[in-house]
């Protein structure tokens, strides 16, 4: 594969980072999970100042597949990136693979998560989920249809384009 700088985005529970390690198993980049690096443990937020100055650090890295929103550092990953990989999933999907994640790892750390912050029930998620797909959703879109082709693009409306575009890329 010519990338070396791909980020991938999407809605929370789209499967940005089941992908993202999907990915990077076929293609050999270092993978950077953006939540790992985002919370501190007991779901502790960094300062604005700290998380932009740690996210233009890891930009600057050779390779990378970073997976996360993070839409207030898009400025800091969009100019670095050489592909976006988007999930645009319908509503539904990313409801039940949200509410899947949260009973399958219920009370333990994912693996893409960073360390002190189990999974946990929470109606504030499902209320962020449905914001960003309603609001930031379209925002994104707008955004990545604005870049002018640099980087390079992809939006994936269907998990089954997805796993073709993978099928492609293992060769």
Not at 127 to 141: D, M, P, S
């Amino acid at each position: 594969m010519k990338h070396k700088r791909i980020m991938i985005a999407g809605c929370s529970g789209s499967g940005k980072s089941t992908f993202a390690r999907q990915l990077a198993a076929v293609i050999d980049l270092p993978l950077i999970h953006l939540d790992q690096e985002y919370w501190q443990p007991g779901w502790v937020e960094p300062s604005k100042e700290w998380w932009r100055q740690k996210v233009s650090e890891l930009v600057k890295r050779d390779q990378w597949i970073m997976d996360g929103n993070y839409s207030g550092t898009w400025d800091l990953r969009l100019p670095e990136a050489d592909l976006v990989i988007y999930l645009c999933y319908p509503l539904w999907l990313i409801l039940w693979r949200a509410t899947k994640r949260q009973f399958r790892f219920r009370g333990t750390v994912r693996p893409d998560m960073a360390p002190g912050c189990p999974e946990r029930f929470n109606w504030a998620f499902y209320h962020f989920v449905a914001r960003c797909y309603f609001t930031r959703k379209q925002n994104h879109l707008r955004r990545l249809e604005n870049l002018g082709g640099n980087p390079e693009v992809l939006i994936f409306r269907r998990p089954s384009q997805l796993e073709r575009w993978l099928r492609v890329q293992q060769g």
